[in-house]
């Protein structure tokens, strides 16, 4: 799937840019102003609260149970100040940016390597649906052999953006993450398919 170029990143992110169309982004740090210094790409910046999965002596814990309880805690770090991811860690963050998508366009988040290089994964799921709002969920693991320091507001990964033909219609079904402003476990959601196989 092509990644859309970076003159169309631009005009999409343009205040002209008609709404149907349109990639918001608040807050919106500079845009370039020539396309030659443009990148097929937004930054993201990470936000300043995580949420914490507690360990439990619960031997496993099933996403599928009705009454699925995960003990977490939420932290909220000034900017300025450091949170310590450990090795085998697990935390759910977001980014600083607040998103809209249009719904002829969905995306990829992707990590920086500097970050990667040092054993940080950013994203495990990493598609952005089309018609999202919110800030994203990040899934924060330390898949490296010491503690990795994450900063609030340091720039942490990459949007590359994907057309979406036909568009989605305006009534479509939107994810079940949209509109969130803090890190989200979420809920799972069988679909009909799963009800069938899971009861056989």
Sequence with gaps: MPVISPQELLNRMRSDMPWSQRIVVDPQFEIPVEVSTASASIDIHLGNRFNILHRRRDIEHDPLAPEADVATEEFF??????????????????????????????????????????????????????????????????????????????????????MVEPPLRSDSKLTSFSGFLRPTLGHYKESEIEKFLLTV
């Excluded at 002829?104 to 990493?126: C, E, F, H, K, P």
Aim: aromatic share 10%; glycine share 12%; no cysteine.
């Design 77 to 162: 770090v000034s900017f300025g100040d450091k949170f310590p991811l450990h090795p085998g860690h697990l935390v759910l963050g977001t980014t600083l940016e607040w998103f809209r998508f249009p719904l002829d366009l969905m995306a990829d988040v992707v990590g920086r390597s500097i970050w990667g290089r040092r054993g940080l994964l950013i994203a495990s799921a990493t598609a952005i649906q089309p018609g999202s709002a919110g800030t994203i969920t990040l899934e924060l693991s330390n898949l490296g052999e010491i503690p990795v320091s994450l900063t609030p507001g340091v720039s942490i990964g990459q949007l590359f953006f994907h």
